[in-house]
């Protein structure tokens, strides 16, 4: 995945990334790697997980 360097919402340049951990829905005790680029402008966010193996669903 490429670096974010634009907002999405009001294409400032002024982003900063975060590396944060978001909480399973599945309630299993498991927290998964995601990196969080916050627009300091306006306080647009986008997350992204590190791996994408996280992001489907069991089914």
């Known amino acids: 995945m490429s670096k974010v360097t634009k907002c ?3 294409n400032s340049e ?3 990334m975060k590396e944060v951990s978001v909480p ?3 309630e299993i005790g498991r927290n998964f ?3 969080a680029y ?3 402008k306006c306080g ?3 997350f992204y ?3 994408l193996d996280f992001t489907t669903r069991p089914h």
């Open 38 to 40: 916050v627009c300091l």
């Open 24 to 26: 399973s829905i599945l």
């Open 49 to 51: 997980f590190r791996e």
């Open 44 to 46: 647009y966010a986008e």
């Open 14 to 16: 002024n982003i900063q």
């Open 8 to 10: 999405a919402k009001c």
């Open 33 to 35: 790697p995601a990196d």
